[in-house]
């Protein structure tokens, strides 16, 4: 079992930055695949960011590419995403989420992932 928590989140103004982190307890993250997901009232679940196992491949939605970047430090069993340019569309409850895998792959499908975060919140006003 992996227990995920997550912080960072805060209300920000248009076009400033916030770092979430994601840190994990109960297994090491280096034999896991992990992602960002983010929901906004009234929406499904979408996919933000991934990065797989060693060597690290990521992955991004369109929607953050070059804003947004994602990172992971396994020797403090933690992950991030450096969020920079902020819009008001950023604004949802964030997750961040973990697949015990054999191969270092990177997935952005909700059903793909095993051990979820309990989010944290990211405003950004206008």
């Known amino acids: 079992q992996v227990q995920l928590v997550e912080s960072g989140g805060g209300l920000v103004q248009v076009g400033g930055s916030l770092r979430l982190t994601c840190a994990a307890s109960?297994?090491?993250?280096?034999?896991?695949?992990m992602a960002w997901f983010r929901q906004a009232p009234g929406k499904e679940r979408e996919f933000v960011a991934a990065?797989?196992?060693?060597?690290?491949?990521?992955d991004y939605s369109d929607s953050v590419k070059g804003r947004f970047t994602i990172s992971r430090d396994n020797a403090e069993n933690t992950m991030y995403l450096q969020m920079n340019s902020l819009k008001p569309e950023d604004t949802a409850v964030y997750y961040c989420?973990?697949?015990?895998?054999?191969?270092?792959?990177?997935?952005?499908?909700?059903?793909?992932?095993?051990?979820w975060g309990q989010g944290t919140q990211v405003t950004v006003s206008s």
């Open positions: 989420a973990a697949r015990w895998d054999v191969f270092a792959r990177v997935y952005n499908r909700v059903n793909e992932y095993d051990y």
């Open positions: 990065i797989s196992k060693i060597p690290s491949f990521t």
């Open positions: 109960g297994r090491t993250l280096a034999s896991h695949n």
